[in-house]
Antibody, heavy 121, light 108 residues
Framework: EVQLVESGGGLVQPGGSLRLSCAAS????????MSWVRQAPGKGLEWVSG????????YYADSVKGRFTISRDNSKNTLYLQMNSLRAEDTAVYYC??????????????WGQGTMVTVSS | EIVMTQSPATLSVSPGERATLSCRAS??????LAWYQQKPGQAPRLLIY???TRATGIPARFSGSGSGTEFTLTISSLQSEDFAVYYC??????????FGQGTRLEIK
């Protein structure tokens, strides 16, 4: 079964850091680009960051550029999102998502269940 | 950045009827458009990619059309499980991939 399982969310103070993980199974992880998408409470979907299958190319939304870092360990079939200098507006459910085909520009066909990040003092 | 605008914000339809949801891009995205369904407390589910291709396991009552800047998701005969929020997403000009603000499909 193709599956993505996120972990690492929680409550953090403004200015703090958190690292999210996304464990993949059931597909050839290194063959697919991956992204992080977040959803603030009661709001819509916002793409946050993406990474190519090899990890050699990374992309960020302007809202997180310079604060978040996406990475992947293909030997462990795991995607990461290192989040630094967190702000209240980063509070959201964070989903990892698999790109549908082998190219970067594609829809997201598999999503994790999400992990909640709350930034508050 | 391409802005995706969905209409209406909320659509009230009776079970068994047809629902038509719209998505407009601020500039052409060719056919690089996807539709997702999201139910409360769940992750989004891919319905349509390439503007008109149903994803694996998606019932035939869901269909997508359009290209360029105007897109439509049609649900031909609404079932109870179809009442949810629907998002469009463009993946033609990235980063960033951008989503519409969503259309809430509710029971009339």
């Amino acid at each position: 079964e193709v599956q993505l399982v996120e972990s690492g969310g929680g409550l953090v103070q403004p200015g703090g850091s958190l690292r999210l993980s996304c464990a993949a199974s059931g597909f050839s992880f290194s063959s697919y680009a991956m992204s992080w998408v977040r959803q603030a409470p009661g709001k819509g979907l916002e793409w946050v960051s993406g990474i190519s299958g090899s990890g050699g190319s990374t992309y960020y939304a302007d809202s997180v550029k310079g604060r978040f870092t996406i990475s992947r360990d293909n030997s462990k079939n795991t995607l990461y999102l290192q989040m630094n200098s967190l702000r209240a507006e980063d509070t959201a459910v964070y989903y990892c998502a698999k790109h549908y085909s082998g190219r970067y520009a594609d829809a997201f066909d598999i999503w994790g269940q999400g992990t909640m990040v709350t930034v508050s003092s | 950045e391409i802005v995706m605008t969905q209409s209406p914000a909320t659509l009230s339809v009776s079970p068994g009827e047809r629902a038509t949801l719209s998505c407009r891009a601020s500039q052409s995205v060719s056919s690089n458009l996807a539709w997702y369904q999201q139910k409360p407390g769940q992750a989004p589910r891919l319905l349509i990619y390439g503007a008109s291709t149903r994803a694996t396991g998606i019932p035939a009552r869901f269909s997508g059309s359009g290209s360029g800047t105007e897109f439509t998701l049609t649900i031909s005969s609404l079932q109870s499980e179809d009442f949810a929020v629907y998002y469009c997403q463009q993946y033609n000009n990235w980063p960033p991939d951008t989503f519409g603000q969503g259309t809430r499909l509710e029971i009339k």
